[in-house]
């Protein structure tokens, strides 16, 4: 005996006995889940299907991607931020199922590529150099390290130029062998332009 076939329109339930198909069920999608405690939901304006809940994300029209909602009134735009690859592991950020950090300059990363960084030291974006997170702790014992680390007399009236990663402004500071610092926001984060003794490496985060 062949058992009568029955197509229908996709949907979460069976038109001919009523099963369920899954207990999430996005018909723009035509995705489908049983897990709910992923409080799945769709965006409109990502177009597919997000987990975290709806009422914990909003969608920036310019960053063209969800956020939660503790950024709404504090991240810096980047358009189209999470439309290429992880600056660490390249894996495209967009639709990633793996959590995703929004730095301080608008540019986002995987949170475990951002974890892994910070393991081995390096704390400034891949992608512009700006702080990754809040240096006050660090610059402040750059400080007393420069305090306590004066240089030769040959050096003591050298002047550099630099470009400051986290502000923008380049500045003419006193070349120092530890780091220069930016005189406008206080900043380590900076590097060489022109100026200085040619063995002097560039200081950076």
């Known amino acids: 005996m062949k058992t009568a076939r029955f197509d229908q329109q996709v949907q979460q339930n069976c038109s001919g006995c009523g099963a369920c198909m899954g207990k999430y069920f996005c018909e723009k999608c035509n995705f489908f889940d049983d897990d709910i405690s992923k409080k799945q939901y769709h965006c409109d304006g990502c177009g597919i299907c997000r987990t975290g809940g709806i009422d914990n994300f909003?969608?920036?029209?310019?960053?063209?991607?969800?956020?939660?909602?503790?950024?709404?009134?504090?991240?810096?735009?980047v358009e189209r931020a999470m439309h290429h690859n992880c600056p660490v592991c390249f894996e495209y950020l967009f639709d990633s199922t793996m959590d995703?950090?929004?730095?301080?300059?608008?540019?986002?990363?995987?949170?475990?590529?951002?974890?892994?960084?910070?393991?081995?030291?390096?704390f400034s974006c891949p992608v512009c150099s700006r702080s990754a997170c809040d240096m006050t702790?660090?610059?402040?014992k750059l400080d007393q390290e420069v305090a306590a680390t004066p240089m030769p007399e040959f050096y003591q009236k050298k002047m550099v130029w630099i470009l400051c990663n986290d502000c923008g402004a380049t500045s003419s500071v006193r070349f120092h062998v530890l780091a220069q610092k930016c005189p406008g926001c206080s900043s380590y984060n900076?590097?060489?332009?022109?100026?200085?003794?040619?063995t002097a490496a560039c200081s950076r985060v």
């Open 58 to 77: 909003f969608h920036c029209e310019k960053c063209g991607c969800c956020y939660s909602n503790v950024l709404k009134d504090s991240h810096h735009c």
């Open 100 to 122: 995703i950090s929004v730095l301080h300059c608008g540019h986002t990363i995987h949170l475990e590529c951002l974890n892994e960084m910070r393991v081995h030291h390096h």
């Open 137 to 140: 702790d660090a610059w402040q």
């Open 190 to 198: 900076t590097r060489e332009t022109r100026g200085g003794p040619a």
